[in-house]
């Protein structure tokens, strides 16, 4: 909460410089885990889905030439996955092993701070790229009613924060296109470029320590962009 005061504060400095323009944005996302880890790190030993999460934020932009703007600006974003498979229990009805599916839901909230050049391509198209540090608020699981019969101590809904790194950081590119002087849109790709999941495991030489996992946040975001100054 206080990264985003903060930067809410810078944004209220920069409004009173020239040259800057300030935008509003927000839309859907579709997110996912991706990362030679991600199988393992759900516990079903299945691919994440691409599921549908959010962002809203503010951005503030000046022009550095002719054909480039740079910006910034800070977002509060929802993203994670779900893991979906089967899971084989003894069941005290009949006495049996029996398969069931099982579904766990992450829901990772964070505060994107996107950091970018645009490349002006022509009055409607310009052409995005740059880093996107990212500080995780929270980090929820939730399991269906499947994962608790099979695992009876598993809570509906657990948090998992300690399962996270506190700090993200993604690459972000894409296309933006001005539909006119007061809206726009983009498309933008952001992959995660650091390991993101962490757990203690037992170390034979050194006991028990922390091990991060090849598992990377990831997204695609569709953001409606309404300018307020120019």
């Known amino acids: 909460m206080k990264i985003l005061i903060s930067c809410c504060l810078l944004m209220a400095t920069l409004y ?6 300030f935008e509003v944005v927000a839309g859907p996302s579709l997110t996912t885990f991706i990362g030679k880890d991600k199988k393992v790190w759900g516990g ?15 951005r503030a932009e000046r022009l550095l030439s002719e054909k480039f703007l740079a910006g910034g600006g800070v977002s509060f974003a929802l993203k994670g996955t779900v893991y979906e498979g089967d899971q084989e229990y003894y ?3 009949t006495y049996m092993l029996e398969r069931i599916q099982v579904k766990y839901t992450k829901v990772l909230s964070y505060i994107d701070v996107p950091l ?32 608790r019969t099979v ?38 790709v952001v992959p995660g470029i ?10 034979f030489n050194g006991g028990v320590k922390e091990q991060k996992f090849k598992v990377n946040n990831a997204s695609l975001s569709f953001t409606f962009v309404y300018i307020i100054r120019q």
Do not use: C
């Open 16 to 21: 009173t410089q020239a040259q800057w323009k």
């Open 44 to 58: 079903t030993n299945t691919n994440p889905k691409l599921v549908l999460r959010g962002n809203v934020g503010f």
């Open 91 to 93: 069941s005290s009805t």
């Open 116 to 147: 970018y050049v645009k490349y002006v391509a022509s009055d409607k198209f310009k052409l995005l790229m740059g880093l996107q540090p990212s500080f995780m608020l929270s980090a929820k699981i939730k399991n269906d009613d499947n994962a």
């Open 151 to 188: 695992f009876p101590s598993l809570p509906e809904t657990e948090d998992a924060k300690d399962y996270y790194t506190p700090f993200d950081l993604g690459v972000l590119f894409g296309p933006h296109y001005q539909i006119n002087d007061q809206f726009a849109v983009q498309l933008l």
């Open 194 to 203: 650091l390991k993101m999941a962490k757990d203690e495991v037992y170390d």
